[in-house]
């Protein structure tokens, strides 16, 4: 299960595009929570211990963080558009590629916000058998499956415009997210 969050958080980092969308919904008083260790006392409230204030730090940093504009895998063949000589029409079809994309990622934010949120809430409930837990981490799973596959189809796509030297020049470039 520990091996489970950690692929999540790391993924929810990469595809952060869309946590802006999600951290909307978030009680006003969250952030305050987060801050303080403990939980919005929507749920009962506390200290949540462990994972749970891992987790509220973690979401924490992605509602600070995720306000700022996160590079596409799109965008990192952009910024080489002069050194790769991208004609307009590449350029056009890349960047229609990535407004579907991100129009996609978009959409699946809030699902994945909703489905994390109650794994978490499943995981902390004493209450909760295994077998409910590991039902809501295989729920959020599956989106973030779907998430991942919509990001390699883009990325794909995005190779498939350029030329195969385009493509082999554009491998050699050193990128910083």
């Known amino acids: 299960m520990s091996r489970l969050f950690y692929l999540t958080f790391a993924a929810l980092i990469a595809f952060g595009s869309f946590a802006q969308t999600a951290s909307a919904a978030e009680d006003p008083h969250a952030a305050h929570a987060a801050a303080q ?20 730090q973690h979401m924490q940093a992605m509602r600070e963080h995720g306000r700022k504009e996160q590079k596409g895998y799109a965008d990192i063949v952009l910024q080489f558009a002069n050194e790769l000589k991208l004609s307009d029409e590449q350029i056009g079809k890349i960047t229609r590629i990535h407004q579907a994309a991100q129009k996609s990622m ?6 994945m916000h909703d489905s994390l949120k109650a794994t978490h809430e499943v ?21 973030f499956n779907e998430l991942v596959e919509t990001a390699l189809k883009s ?23």
């Open 155 to 177: 990325r794909n796509e995005i190779n498939a415009v350029l030329t195969s030297d385009q493509l082999k020049q554009l491998q050699t470039k050193k990128v910083t997210p």
């Open 123 to 143: 995981f902390l409930n004493p209450a909760s058998d295994e077998a409910a837990i590991r039902k809501t981490a295989k729920e959020h799973t599956s989106l």
């Open 106 to 111: 978009e959409e699946l934010g809030p699902k």
């Open 37 to 56: 260790g403990t939980q919005p006392q929507q749920g009962g409230g506390g200290h949540a211990g462990g994972m749970g204030d891992m987790m509220m």
